[in-house]
Nanobody, 127 residues
Framework: QVQLVESGGGLVQAGGSLRLSCAAS????????MGWFRQAPGKVREFVAA????????AYTDSVKGRFTISRDNAKNTVYLQMNSLKPEDTAVYYC????????????????????WGQGTQVTVSS
């Protein structure tokens, strides 16, 4: 069992930045690939970014490339999402997730490919 706790969300003006953190419990964090997803009101949960267990391979959805950066610190059992140049369309609840199989696969983009989820953190970008 893995527990995930996201933090760092908030209200920011368009063009601003936020850094989300996701702290994981358990001693096997470094074995897992991790992902960030988001869900806006009335929309399905969508993939944002993913990272392999070593951090060596990363994937992003096209709409955040060049603006968002996913990273991880296995010593701290934490994965991060640095979000720059935020836009109103980035407004959503952001979730981190664990993919407990195939920690070397970085391109899992469907929610069903992940096993454990955090409770989410709200990001609101005003125009």
């Amino acid at each position: 069992q893995v527990q995930l706790v996201e933090s760092g969300g908030g209200l920011v003006q368009a063009g601003g930045s936020l850094r989300l953190s996701c702290a994981a419990s358990g001693r096997t964090f470094s074995s897992y690939a991790m992902g960030w997803f988001r869900q806006a009101p009335g929309k399905v949960r969508e993939f944002v970014a993913a990272i392999t267990r070593s951090g060596g391979s990363i994937a992003y959805t096209d709409s955040v490339k060049g603006r968002f950066t996913i990273s991880r610190d296995n010593a701290k059992n934490t994965v991060y999402l640095q979000m720059n140049s935020l836009k109103p369309e980035d407004t959503a609840v952001y979730y981190c997730a664990v993919r407990s199989i195939s920690g070397t696969y970085y391109n899992a983009r469907l929610p069903g490919e992940y096993d454990y989820w955090g409770q989410g953190t709200q990001v609101t970008v005003s125009s």
